[in-house]
């Protein structure tokens, strides 16, 4: 999936206070020794002694995100961003688009999203499924025939989030259309002119957007693992541009770190403290930037304290870190929460 930002961003307020403890490389470039298999890991007697054992990668097709319950990623829910002057006129654009965000978990996006990427549904055809079982595709007809732009950015999550407003926004009586239209720098610009009304947008992704290009982009951040503080400085730098926003969904495409839910089971972890607390020396897997990004191996390391012994040069969430964790190459690895692949209750 073509991703609608890098995936290690320096966005977050531990940007400003992690140091960068580790040098990029090749596999096995730290010179540790990869964790031995389970059955030959840290004898009961080291244990004993407060030794953990080495967790070695698990193979299966099964991964499974382990919570961040720390907070070492920024917070990037799903919020509509509306053209300020399309709602001067219309006080039912923004409630119509605040239905889809309830209607919305990260299960569910998911869901979604292996729709049109594993399954090949179109978006358009996914989306209008989703609206039906949600029952949002039948409305009061509010929008009395007001022509909407739905935007959406080249990549599918985006498009079939687009799809939602506007199919939402057409059961409300909207004449609603959709238009992907390339990247943030390209699609940006055409909302705050006012060609497009509504895109899909991901709140900590777009606030440090906006704040690199308002305050500079040694400006101190404004997005955090706080959704309530990062929305608050949100909405204030769409006060300067010109947007107004929606009511963030629960769903979110952030940076995440997986494991195959062969090894969950095996460990007995679904956190990344559990995982802190039951393992010791662990593979990671990740793209090239990971060990010098603060919430990449050096926050795994500061904030978790997890023992890195081996880093895997790979990809930013994409094909590469997937299969390296089903293969059993990586115990971790850095996907995005929203993946098709990713399993779901």
Known sequence: MRRRRSALAPVGLLATVLLVTA???????????????????????????????????????????????QGLQTVDNIIPAVNAAATEDDDTLLAILDEV???????????????????????????????????????????????????????????????????????????????????????????????????????????????????????EPLASSDLDA??????????????????????????????????????GVSTLSELAETCGELVLGGPPECPERPFCQPGLEEVYGLDIAQFMSLDPGGPLTKAALQQGEVALGLVFSSDAALATE
Do not use: K
């Open 101 to 219: 965000s309830a209607s919305l978990d990260t299960d569910l996006l998911i869901g979604l999203n292996r729709a049109v990427d594993v399954e090949r549904q179109t978006s358009s055809e996914a989306a209008a499924a989703f609206l039906a079982e949600q029952g949002l595709d039948e409305q009061d007809e509010v929008g009395q025939g007001r022509t909407v732009v739905v935007g959406a950015g080249n990549f599918s999550e985006s498009a079939t989030l687009a799809e939602l407003y506007a199919g939402a926004l057409r059961a409300a009586g909207y004449d609603a259309s959709t238009q992907t239209i390339g990247n943030r720098e390209t699609y940006l610009p055409a909302l705050l002119a006012g060609e497009l009304t509504v895109v899909p947008e991901y709140v900590g992704t777009l606030t440090e957007f906006l704040n690199d290009q308002e305050n500079g982009v040694d400006a």
């Open 23 to 69: 040098a990029c490389g090749d596999p096995g470039s730290s010179g540790a020794t990869a964790p031995q298999p389970a059955d030959t890991a840290a004898s009961d007697d080291d244990a004993a002694g407060g030794d953990l054992q080495a967790c070695a990668p698990i193979a299966g097709d099964g991964l499974v995100v382990l919570d961040d319950d």
């Open 230 to 267: 990062t929305v608050e400085g949100l909405t204030g730098l769409g006060e300067q541009v010109g947007l107004v926003f929606g009511t963030p969904s629960a769903a979110q495409d952030q940076n995440a770190f997986a494991v195959t839910t062969a090894f969950a089971e095996e460990y």
